[in-house]
């Protein structure tokens, strides 16, 4: 299998509990909280390693919070790499209100990262790199990071010829793959931006998608279609890939888990087809756990069978002279 590194440059400890009804300028007695090893490029490889993968989590922390996450990464017994920085790594919070199932989600910025920090990332990456690899950046940038960062990266991927999959959004994202992406795995609004459009309608999102391959230096497109599933376009096919219907307990961690579970398809030498399915598998069964949970395996496993006996076969796109 070939290697897979994770890139996390702003990851967080996700705190999530409980209370029993919401209300304002009242002391609410909540559960005792769950901490998680949190932020894009992290669940990913937290979700390989529950899926039985393996991968090399990078990330920059500091401060106590970042000592947490180190901790608990090591009792995941996940192999990482720390870029040491001053600031402390953010704490999220998610509270669900047990008396309605509905859950309120409160991201926090992350630390100022001064030059020298994001430049020796960079670093890592380059000694790091190897031909054949596949290298995941994904979640948003810290305060005082250039936008085009992860193009910067993706500068460094294609000189080690490394296969570069990216998932984040605003302006990062439209830098990153224009600089050049083997995958990206948008949702509708993301497309949107990277397309220059306020809204894509379902009627138009094939033409779309086949139009920003054909002006971008990216191979696959796999858009996200939350409970719908996802459409995967490449260069001369298209092919939708339907999700079952579940029971949501949490959105949280469903885009990292379904990336997660693309990249180590690639990485066990699968197809694109077999690989989206995964995905959707992967990002569909993070939904069934609560809080800030991903997906567990023997549900990934139930749904991925599902999944491939109702995929619509791959529609191949005509291709002019």
């Known amino acids: ?167 984040t959004s605003g302006d990062a994202l439209l830098k990153g793959a224009q600089a050049g992406v083997y995958l990206l795995k948008p949702n509708l609004g993301e497309l949107a931006t990277l397309c220059g459009k306020q809204t894509i309608s379902f009627m138009e999102l094939e033409s779309v998608s086949k139009t920003f391959l054909e002006n971008n230096p990216c191979e696959v497109l796999v858009v996200s279609l939350g409970a719908q599933g996802a459409m995967m376009v490449t260069e001369d096919s298209v092919e939708y890939i339907a999700a079952p219907i579940v029971y949501q307990k949490s959105t949280i961690g469903a885009g990292d888990s379904m990336v997660a579970g693309m990249v180590l398809s690639l990485a066990k030498g699968e197809s694109l087809s077999k690989m989206a399915q995964y995905g959707v598998a992967c990002g569909t069964a993070a939904t069934m756990t609560s809080g800030t949970q991903l997906c567990k395996k023997k549900d990934v496993e139930g749904l991925y069978e599902w999944i491939e006996t109702n995929t619509i076969p791959s529609k191949r796109i005509k291709i002019n002279a």
């Open 1 to 167: 299998m070939e290697k897979i590194i994770t890139l996390t440059i702003n990851p967080a400890i996700d705190k999530s509990t409980t209370v029993k009804g919401i209300k304002p300028n009242s002391k609410l007695r909540c559960e005792a909280p769950v901490y998680e090893a949190g932020g894009g490029g992290i669940n990913v490889s937290r979700v390989i390693n529950e899926l039985g993968g393996s991968s090399l989590c990078m990330y920059m922390a500091g401060g106590p919070t970042g000592t947490h996450l180190r901790d608990i990464l090591i009792d995941l017994d996940i192999l990482q790499q720390v870029t040491p920085i001053e600031g402390w790594v953010r704490e999220n919070i998610s509270v669900t209100d047990t008396m309605n199932n509905q859950q309120y989600r409160f991201g926090m910025p992350g630390p100022m990262i001064n030059e020298s920090e994001w430049k020796k990332t960079l670093e890592q990456l380059d000694v790091l790199l190897t031909e054949g690899d596949y290298l995941v950046a994904s979640g948003s940038l810290c305060p005082g990071m250039p936008d085009d960062f992860f193009a910067q990266v993706s500068q460094i991927a294609q000189k080690k010829k490394t296969k570069f999959i990216l998932d």
